[in-house]
């Protein structure tokens, strides 16, 4: 079974700080996402990385994927308070369609 | 609006019952997902189904049934041998194949006592 491991698991920072969130893996795939979930609420689609090497951005988010490493980040430039919210890495199997889920960040910004 | 419905939102069984969670899309997609969240944790997956009549068991398949007769629809039963059925279900879709994202629908709250 694939083994997705996300930290920190909380993380409360203040506003208009940086941090970032670690995504690692156990086995080889090319295929990470990242997912936003609100207290109660769905989850909301972030960030899709298709390949070694990929970044991308979106306001004060970063996702890169290091492939070799097994290894994404989501980084967080000068957060704020509508951050607030849990974080998940999920990854792509090769056999198709079936996602494994990271344990998921808690971010706590604090004004 | 294309989306993702699942329902009802809450629901709440005595135990030794059976429950049914509806899960609808209109997406057109092939792909659908059932996963199973407990307070603090990641997603876990029950059954998942490509194309009609057919489905896949997930990690933690056991005490759970489903059916895909049509595109759209993949209810999802929780059965009387499911140990510990309290916990949030959320249902997903997406096109097959690999490097598609999945949509998520606004998730049911069973609660089992």
């Known amino acids: 079974e694939l083994k997705v491991e996300q930290n920190p698991l909380f993380l409360s920072m203040q506003e208009g700080k940086n941090y970032t969130i670690y995504c690692n893996y156990s086995t080889t795939s090319d295929r990470l996402y990242w997912y936003r979930q609100d207290p109660g609420k769905s989850l909301e689609s972030l960030f899709v990385l298709l390949s070694n090497g990929a970044v991308k951005q979106e306001g004060r988010l970063m996702a890169s994927l290091d492939t070799k490493a097994r290894l994404s980040t989501l980084h967080i430039t000068a957060a704020v308070h509508d951050l607030s919210a849990t974080y998940f890495c999920a990854v792509e199997t090769h056999t198709g369609n079936q996602f494994y889920f990271g344990t998921g960040t808690s971010l706590t910004v604090i004004p | 609006d294309g989306g993702i419905t699942q329902s009802p939102k809450y629901l709440f069984r005595k135990e030794g019952q059976n429950v049914t969670l509806s899960c609808e899309q209109n997406?057109?997609?092939?792909?659908m997902y059932w996963y199973r969240q407990d307070p603090g944790q990641g997603l876990r997956l029950i059954y998942y189904?490509?194309?009609?009549?057919?489905?896949q068991k997930g990690d933690i398949a056991e005490g759970y049934s489903v059916s895909r007769e049509k595109k759209e629809s993949f209810p999802l039963t929780v059965t009387s041998a499911q140990k510990n059925p309290t916990a949030f279900y959320l249902c997903?879709?997406?096109?097959?194949?690999?490097?598609?994202?999945?949509?998520f629908g606004p998730g049911t709250r069973l609660t089992v006592t």
């Open positions: 189904s490509q194309i009609v009549n057919d489905f």
């Open positions: 997406l057109n997609h092939d792909a």
């Open positions: 997903a879709s997406s096109w097959t194949g690999e490097g598609y994202e999945q949509y």
